[in-house]
């Protein structure tokens, strides 16, 4: 029997994959109505992404060929919602990423910013939680959290292995000399004498009692330090749109289904209220992992006033020696930290809200030629020309042994297409457009209208009570797919249900966006989890119980912002027209 079930559980894939078209036919074939057509492509989207029987590149595809077999898209249109202003936007700020990336200037960054802030551990985690967020705002998560775990591991063996290496030393010892008896007995008497008990290298010996309880805490140390680089890489991407995928699918289902909201969330409107809520969480996450790894122990995770110990000053010198090896920063780190500042500012200044920017002075704002996506492929393909070395001007002075030379081939550019075409994730591109497709779809068919007249109802309750309850329906879902996926799924449901129910779009999906980022409490939940677990230093459970309260907290910081800053920012107490004259 055993043997059979372990073969089924193994063929599960192949039975959901061929098992669930089959089981949802019927809504097609009895209902019979584009309405119940859509349902089906959508249900079995969310399937197929929830349990990655299929990658989801390849399940985001699946409206080029349901849609036009079911009558309720042509091919042709379906088509067209694959490539949209929104994965322009996404493919030129990663193009910008990858250079950070191999340019190693995030690297460098990360290592300035920890010798800035030094080794005392709660400034240690401090320091790790404001690099990861702030890198995380600009490039992947994954790649920020793949490159500062290997610091973690760095710092961690030299803050742990000068007392974890005294005793292993000392037993050492003992065992060669084990057949002298006559050195054995002197060795087990000074345990009761702690002041003659002092190592080779300065330390005072522990007793058993004291070794577990520094074993204890090395470990809890190892947890909080890795644990915190990957929450925070999941929380400093939400404080840009570019940060993570959930934005980019709410300015793309923004602009598909309400195309008239005037540009409502920007690059920097949705930076002016997610960054402080972004600071607001990292700063209560940094205070819970303190409490739960560290202790509130002031003086000594602080160490205010107190001297350095060999171990604090061994894990300083790992880190700048690291930078050390970095060496001075070359034309191309230059030239890349020139280019990626020229982006942001850009991406401020084109259309910042308050006043006119200067899209609006050098093109015609109202036809809205020129967005967020026309500066970051613009920055993107400056990237491709601009050279990697400083160029050498010709001068006649040289020697006649220099002239007798060669001449030396133009330097390269600080981008080649083979290191984007490796490092730059286009099945999120597919993904960014089967959400846009599904939208489209739902939109065509009627099913967005039918499913928000099934939501009247939910007029009594007050719109505040209904954030709070759909975060906690996304935080939860996301744990188990894809953040991106997540987001796709929902969206266009709740504008559907904002514009029944006569509320602000932004009230409801702007918190549940970021809340679809709120993947804390599974490895499998986002790369940057799977990434930290796999060192070894965490369980399932230790994960699951912190990333809980994790959720909690970004619920709650949520709440506060929406209902805060972000109301008078978006406006969020009056019902738009552009969300009125949709056809949602």
Known sequence: MKPSLKSLWQLKNRVILFCTPFILLPLPLIIGTTEAGCAYVIALMAVYWCTEVLPLAVTALLPVILFPMLGIMQSKEVCM????DTNMLFVGGLIVAVAVEHWNLHKRIALRVLLVVGVRPALL?????????????WISNT????????????VLEQLNGSRVEGPQILSGDEQTQQPKEEDKQPAKQPHNQADE????????????????????????????????????????????LTGTG??????????????????????????????????????LAWFWLQFVFIGLNFKKTWGCGAVKTEKEIAAYDVIREEHRRLGPMSFGE???????????????????????????HLFNSEAEYVTDATVAVFVAALLFVFPAKAPRFC???QSVDTEAQPPQAAAPALLTWKVVHKKLPWNIVLLLGGGFALAKGSEVSGLSRWLGNQMTPLQTIPPWGIAIILCLLIATFTECTSNVATATLFLPILASMCQSIEVNPLYIMV???????FAFMLPVATPPNAIVFSYGYLKVSDMAKTGLVMNIIGILCITLSINSWGRSMFNLDTFPSWANATGV
């Open 143 to 154: 790649a920020t959290t793949a490159m500062m775990v290997p610091i973690v591991q760095a």
């Open 81 to 84: 919602q694959y490539l949209k």
């Open 125 to 137: 985690m401090l320091g790790f939680m404001g690099v990861t967020a702030f890198l995380s705002m």
């Open 246 to 283: 959930p934005n980019l699918v709410l300015t793309g289902q923004m602009s598909q289904l309400f195309p008239d909201n005037g540009d409502v969330i920007n690059f920097a409107s949705w930076f002016g209220f997610a960054f402080p809520n972004m600071i607001i969480m990292l700063t």
């Open 197 to 240: 008990h002092v190592m080779e290298n300065g330390l005072p010996m522990l007793t058993e009692t004291e070794r577990c309880e520094e074993a204890a805490e090395q470990t809890k140390m190892c947890k909080g330090l890795t644990l915190c680089v990957c929450y925070a890489a999941s929380i400093g991407g939400t404080a840009t």
């Open 395 to 397: 001068c006649r002075s």
């Open 511 to 517: 918190p549940c966006t970021l809340s679809a980022s």
């Open 334 to 360: 230059l030239s890349v930290l020139l280019l990626f500042t020229l982006l942001v500012v850009l991406w401020f200044t084109r259309e910042p809200g308050f006043m006119d920017g200067w899209a609006t």
